[in-house]
């Protein structure tokens, strides 16, 4: 029989990290917090103790592998929907000739352009909500999805910040 010790909760900075560079080792993360959450409850942790539970079953690791790729999808797409929405900004901006077209920037814009893509994206991806939703709320995935938030909208909205200083 496992020790019980041996799960542990996955911080939600070092899920993003995974999540963003390994999708093996994030899936190996959630598991295990998926099964400390399990083991919260009484009659799991009994069946563990009795051999009935097993806590990295195919089921379990199958499900965290679904809100993985919820998780990477929704984050490409929302990133990609915004690309589109920033290369018509931009379209409009040099058709209307508010963005010259000698390549030369502004950095005050630059920053303004930039912060506002990434508060864009991240509200986008925070709207899609963290994909598929467990009972407690507290899956890797969920604690994830905040933190991509605010990962990329302080960011976005410092840059947008200094970008009126400029």
Not at 59 to 74: M, P
Not at 135 to 155: A, Y
Request: glycine share 8%; charged share 20%.
């Amino acid at each position: 029989m496992t020790d019980i010790n041996q799960y542990k909760p996955t911080h939600p900075m070092k899920g993003a990290w995974l999540l963003l560079t390994s999708k093996r080792r994030y899936l190996d993360a959630a598991v295990e917090h998926v099964v400390w959450l399990n083991l919260k409850a009484e009659d799991l942790r009994r069946a563990f103790f009795e051999g009935k539970y097993v806590p990295d079953s195919h089921e379990t690791r199958t499900l965290e592998l679904q809100r993985l790729e919820s998780l990477r999808d929704q984050l490409l797409r929302s990133f990609l929907e915004v690309a589109v929405v920033a290369i018509l900004a931009l379209a409009v901006g040099i058709g209307t000739g508010a963005i010259d077209t000698d390549l030369t920037v502004h950095p005050g814009k630059a920053l303004a352009y930039l912060g506002t893509y990434l508060a864009a994206w991240a509200a986008l991806f925070e709207l899609g909500g963290p994909g598929l939703a467990s009972w407690g709320g507290e899956t890797l995935s969920e604690v994830v999805h905040p933190k991509i938030f605010q990962i990329l909208f302080v960011p976005g909205t410092l840059m947008l910040l200094c970008s009126i200083l400029l």
